[in-house]
T-cell receptor, first 112, second 114 residues
Framework: GNSVTQMEGPVTLSEEAFLTINCTYTATGYPSLFWYVQYPGEGLQLLLKATKADDKGSNKGFEATYRKETTSFHLEKGSVQVSDSAVYFCALLNQAGTALIFGKGTTLSVSS | SAVISQKPSRDICQRGTSLTIQCQVDSQVTMMFWYRQQPGQSLTLIATANQGSEATYESGFVIDKFPISRPNLTFSTLTVSNMSPEDSSIYLC???????????FGQGTRLTVV
């Protein structure tokens, strides 16, 4: 079945540093790919998504490109802020195309 | 978007008892799901809650342990039965209006079994 492998954390960065969180997937076909974020004390929320190969999802300065050749969907941000401290989850749809399958999550801590 | 209200937000329960978690959505949604997030782990899908019929369970989860109801398009319950400390987790309700669209999540229910 579909699965996702995500870089394990924690990741600790200084403010304005460059961020990359790696995510690779195994899937039948080309399912939509997602990054979800969980800020401290809050519920899980969608950060960005890409629905087909070469699509780039972006939001709040974060970007991820759907790479079919490398089966990857790495999350990047050029300059992180303290407010970006959260847990980030890479996800894709299951084979039925209904529910999400999540990676293990990566905790990001940004210090000023 | 959808606003999800999940109750209770947290509970501490004795082993051997059962807890029912409620999920209320502010609009009619096609799909509702229940996930479990064990301490330090990712989210694992427990089941898809189907309106008017039995839920569809993922491998490793059974109806006797996690009975689910979904009487209409805005409400679902998950019961964690005959609890043991291994059931201590965050349980999350999730909804989406259609396949391949954004999924929304409740705040979760933090369950501790002692």
């Amino acid at each position: 079945g579909n699965s996702v492998t995500q870089m394990e954390g924690p990741v600790t960065l200084s403010e304005e540093a460059f961020l990359t969180i790696n995510c690779t997937y195994t899937a039948t076909g080309y399912p939509s790919l997602f990054w979800y974020v969980q800020y401290p004390g809050e519920g899980l929320q969608l950060l960005l998504k890409a629905t087909k190969a070469d699509d780039k999802g972006s939001n709040k300065g974060f970007e991820a490109t759907y790479r079919k050749e490398t089966t990857s969907f790495h999350l990047e941000k050029g300059s992180v802020q303290v407010s970006d401290s959260a847990v980030y989850f890479c996800a894709l749809l299951n084979q039925a195309g209904t529910a999400l399958i999540f990676g293990k999550g990566t905790t990001l801590s940004v210090s000023s | 978007s959808a606003v999800i209200s999940q109750k209770p937000s947290r509970d501490i329960c004795q082993r051997g008892t059962s807890l029912t978690i409620q999920c209320q959505v502010d609009s009619q949604v096609t799909m509702m799901f229940w996930y479990r997030q064990q301490p330090g782990q990712s989210l694992t899908l427990i089941a898809t809650a189907n309106q008017g019929s039995e839920a569809t369970y993922e491998s490793g989860f059974v109806i006797d342990k996690f009975p689910i109801s979904r009487p209409n398009l805005t409400f679902s319950t998950l019961t964690v039965s005959n609890m043991s400390p291994e059931d201590s987790s965050i349980y999350l309700c999730s909804v989406s209006s259609a396949a391949d669209t954004e999924a929304f999540f409740g705040q979760g229910t933090r369950l501790t079994v002692v």
